[in-house]
């Protein structure tokens, strides 16, 4: 097989894109910029800690949630769990108006109560232990954190590090997991029972399961509280969706690459970021940028072919496997296997809520978070080929602005967002949503 050495890059995607949508696409340099104000502003305001969060040695593969879809127990034969409440749901029933917003998922057994107590608490990935208390004197009860590493090309050093918390829990399994102070954490295999759900912290059982996103967040003490009202905009970016993290993670395809100057081929059942998307080779996993550099391929070596003709990336991790579409990997060493994650596209009004924060994050006069106000149409009565989700904002003024949320209902992983500036009273262009972000 030839592979023109052509570059080509997402131009031809922002086509038909713009096709879809007579709107602008998104603004790179924008993006990098706004990053980069909020990574000053977190060492101005000295909260960051000392070093970068560490990574886990060997970034992991795909996630699976942390209960079973099979999950059964005495009191419940109906297999597996709900979502009873979303990351930053807005709860109206809560008295306390400090604890409205909920940062994180709770799940609960389908039966109910407390049916669902001493489940088995799963690891959702290969990871460590990073810290455990398990003194039941709060309201987070017993907890344990592990912490996770998986390749993602945008982040630092290539991996993309993160802590998820198991709150209110009845105990943990003392042969998988330990903690004795920082860094002598016991490290934990996929689907490994590292804890048991329960309801200490003085609730219904239920597992608690958070995602930190940020190493700022001591572990224990106040800030580690996941209710804050308001939600601002710095406070929500620590974390994530837990349930969407794994979402996008769970389904993964993979091809082992040809040699030899051959090349496997295969046309995705799927839509698929590319930076997530790594090579495994002697049991290391690394991104596409990483495997490279460890001479493991070569840049042309993944390849894409359009109208009869093969084409490569310069930018091998910037791109977009596309459904149905053919696509060609090949390696210098034998074994090696490229992984693609194709995201389950569930949990659409977190990556909804997520990206519409986004798109106001560098906008110093949005502040505070309404998520009470969030609300959807699918599909959208003005364009049925897309859904459209909002949600209002408080601005540091007083005022209010709404932002809005496109999904493209045949491919869900394309997405745009605008806002009404209430300066100018207009709203902005479309501004299209990078797939390689992490939500
Ligand atoms: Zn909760």
């Known amino acids: 097989m030839i592979v023109h050495g052509l570059k080509i890059n997402r131009s031809w995607f922002f086509v038909f894109l713009l096709t879809l949508n007579p709107r602008k ?21 000295g909260i960051a800690h000392a070093g970068p969060i560490s990574p886990v040695s060997n970034p992991t593969g795909p996630f699976e949630p942390p209960i ?69 004197d709060d309201g987070k009860g017993k907890r344990v954190y592990i912490r996770y590493s998986f390749p993602y090309a945008p982040g630092p050093n290539d991996v993309q590090t993160f802590d998820s918390a198991y709150f209110h829990i009845n105990g943990v399994n003392p042969s998988k997991v330990w903690w004795s102070g920082p860094g002598t954490g016991s490290t934990v295999s996929k689907g490994d029972t590292v804890a048991y759900l329960g309801g200490t912290g003085g609730w219904v059982p239920h597992l608690h399961w958070e995602a930190q996103w ?87 070596h993944l390849a894409h072919e359009k109208d009869g003709l093969w084409y490569y990336y310069y930018d091998i991790d910037n791109n977009f496997f596309e459904n149905g579409h053919q696509y060609a990997i090949s390696a210098n060493v034998s074994g090696a296997v490229l992984h693609i994650l194709v995201p389950c596209n569930a949990y659409q009004d977190d990556r909804a809520r997520i ?47 709404y932002v809005n949320q496109v999904t493209y209902r045949a491919n869900p992983l394309i997405r745009n967002t605008a806002y009404y500036d209430p300066d100018l009273g207009q709203w902005t262009n479309w501004q299209w949503v990078d797939w390689n972000q992490l939500y």
């Open 25 to 45: 696409g998104g603004s790179k340099m924008k993006k990098l910029f706004s990053v980069m104000v909020f990574l000053v502003m977190m060492f101005a305001l």
């Open 68 to 136: 079973s879809d099979s999950q059964t127990g005495p009191q419940c034969s109906d297999p597996g769990y709900d979502v009873t409440q979303y990351h930053m749901h807005y709860d109206d029933e809560e008295p306390n108006p400090t604890y409205k917003y909920h940062v994180g998922d709770d799940l609960n057994g389908k039966c109910g109560g407390s049916t669902d107590e001493n489940y088995p608490l799963r690891a959702i990935a290969d990871g460590k232990v990073v810290y455990l208390d398990e003194v039941d």
């Open 214 to 300: 940020d190493d700022s967040i001591p572990l224990s003490g106040p800030e580690s509280n996941p209710y804050q009202n308001p939600l601002t905009i710095t406070h929500a970016l620590k974390y994530r969706a837990p349930s969407l993290i794994v979402d996008d993670r769970r389904d993964e395809i993979t091809y082992t690459a040809a040699t030899g100057g051959y090349y496997t081929i295969f046309t995705m059942p799927g839509n698929a970021p590319s930076s997530t998307a790594y090579m495994e080779y002697s049991g290391e996993r690394k991104s596409l940028k990483k495997a490279i550099t460890a001479g493991w391929m070569e840049n042309y």
């Open 355 to 401: 990206d519409m924060i986004h798109a106001v994050e560098s906008d110093p006069r949005f502040s505070d978070i309404q998520v009470k106000t969030f609300g959807t149409e699918s599909p959208w009565s003005l364009n049925p080929a897309w859904d459209i989700r909002w949600m209002r904002f408080k601005l540091s003024d007083g005022r209010t602005a």
